[in-house]
C-alpha cells in the first residue's frame, strides 16, 4: 500500500481515489495528531477549513468538518479562499490547525486535502507520517474515543476570513499601484474574488478573466497553466501586464505588455533585485529548485546574489529558507514564498509585489524581467510509466550519462517522477534550442521503452 501523502498533501480523483470516508478520517487522525484532542483537560482546539470552488469541495468540506467536529475541535469555515489565505487565517487566529481542500493546478475531477499546523505552516513528512498511521490503525477496527454533549466541536462560517486576508496582502506592499493597468485571471478557483479585490484596493485598474467559477470550470482553458487567453486580454485592453493565478491561487505566473511570458523564475529574479536593492534580501541569498532555469542561476550571479537550490517541491524550498533565515524562494511554476509576510507560496502577494516594483521603478515588466536570459528549456510530461523506477533503471541512467556528455557544460539533464501526478518528467537546458528538443525527445523515448 503505497504512501497517501504527496509533495502537497493527498490527492485524488474526488469521490474515486479521494473520498468523503477518506476525507473524514484523515480529518479525525489529523485532530489528534495536530491539535492534540483530548491531551488538555479544559483545551478547546480551533481549526480554520477552506476550498477552492470544485464541485466535489462541497462534500469533501462536509467530511472534515464532521471529522474535526467530530473530535471535538471547533471549527472556523472560511468557504472558497486560497490556499495561502488558509495558511494565513491558521496563524493569524491563533488556530491549532488548517485545512485546504484543493488539488491546486489539477483538472476539476481532483480534489486534494492539505493540513497546515499551528502558525498556518506546512507538514513535516514526520506530521504526515503520523497521521497516516493513525488513520490506517483506526481504519483496521481500532475504534476512536470520541467526545460527547457540550464537548463536541462547533462549526460557524468565519465570513470576516475574506477582509482580513485582503488587508493583510494590502499590508505588506511598500508602495501603491496608482497608474498600473493588470489584466488578473483567476482560473475559475479560489482568487477569482481575492485577486481583483487585492489589486483594486491598492490602486491598480483591473481587468479580471476566468474569474467566473462554477464548479466545473476551474483551470479549463484559463489560468497558470494556459496563458493564451491572459495574452490576448493584456494586449486588447493596453494594460500594462497581467498576471495568472492556479486553481488554489498559491501561484503566480506573469504576461508582460506585448503578450510575453514572464515565468516563475524571472519573477523570482525582479523581487530578489528589489529587495536587495531596498535591504531586504536577507544575506543577499535566494533559494529556489533544481528546475530553475541556468539563466536565472547566471543572473543571480551576475548581480551578486547567492542561490541555494534544492529539490523539487515548494516544501524543499520553504525548509531551507527556514534553516537559513533566508527572505525569498521560489519556484519556475510560479510558486514563490516571502517568508516575512507569508509561510508558504501565496500568487496574490506574488502578483501585488510584482506590481508594486512596476510602480516603484517605473519601468515595464519587461524591461525589469530582462535581468535573466532564459536558456531553451524543454520539458515533456512522459506519461504510463512505473515513476518509480527512474532511479533504478539501468537502461535510464546510461541515456542521461550519454545525453549529459552530448550536452556538456552549455546544458543539463534532470529526469524526476512528479509528487502529484502519474507521470515522469523530462528536462533538458541546452544553449540551442534545436538540440534541448532533441535530446528531450530522445530521453522521454527511453522513458516510455524502459519504464512502461
Known sequence: MGRLFGTDGVRGVANEGLTAELALGLSVAAAH??????????????????????ASGEFLEAAVVAGLAGAGVDVLRVGVL???????????????????????????????????????????DELEDRIEALYREHGTGQPWVRPTGADVGRVRDYDEGFDNYVAHLIGVL??????????????????????????????????TIGADPDGLNINDGCGSTHLDGLRAAVVEHEADFGVAHDGDADRCLAVDARGGTVDGDQILAVLAVGMRDAGRLRKDTVVATVMSNLGFKLAMGREGIELLQTAVGDRYVLEEMKRGGYALGGEQSGHVIALDHATTGDGTLTGLMLAARVAETGKPLAELAS??????????????????RVET??????AVTEAERELGETGRVLLRSSGTEPLVRVMVEAADSEQAESVANRLADVVKSSLG
Do not use: C, W
Open 174 to 207: 511598500p508602495n501603491r499601484l496608482d497608474g498600473l493597468k493588470i489584466v488578473i485571471d483567476g482560473a475559475n478557483g479560489a482568487a477569482s474574488r481575492v485577486s481583483p479585490e487585492a489589486f483594486a484596493r491598492a490602486g491598480a485598474e483591473v481587468v
Open 33 to 54: 495528531v495536530l491539535a492534540e484532542v483530548g491531551s488538555f483537560e479544559g483545551h478547546r482546539p480551533v481549526a480554520v477549513v477552506g476550498r477552492d470552488p470544485r
Open 393 to 398: 533503471s539501468g537502461e535510464l541512467a546510461a
Open 82 to 124: 486560497p490556499t495561502p489565505a488558509v495558511a494565513y487565517l491558521t496563524g493569524s487566529l491563533g488556530a491549532d490547525l488548517g485545512v485546504m481542500l484543493s488539488a491546486s493546478h489539477n483538472p476539476m475531477p481532483d480534489n486534494g486535502i492539505k493540513f497546515f499546523a499551528q502558525g498556518g505552516h506546512k507538514l513535516a
Open 371 to 388: 535581468v535573466m536570459d532564459r536558456l531553451p528549456q524543454v520539458l515533456i510530461n512522459v506519461r504510463d510509466v512505473d515513476k518509480s
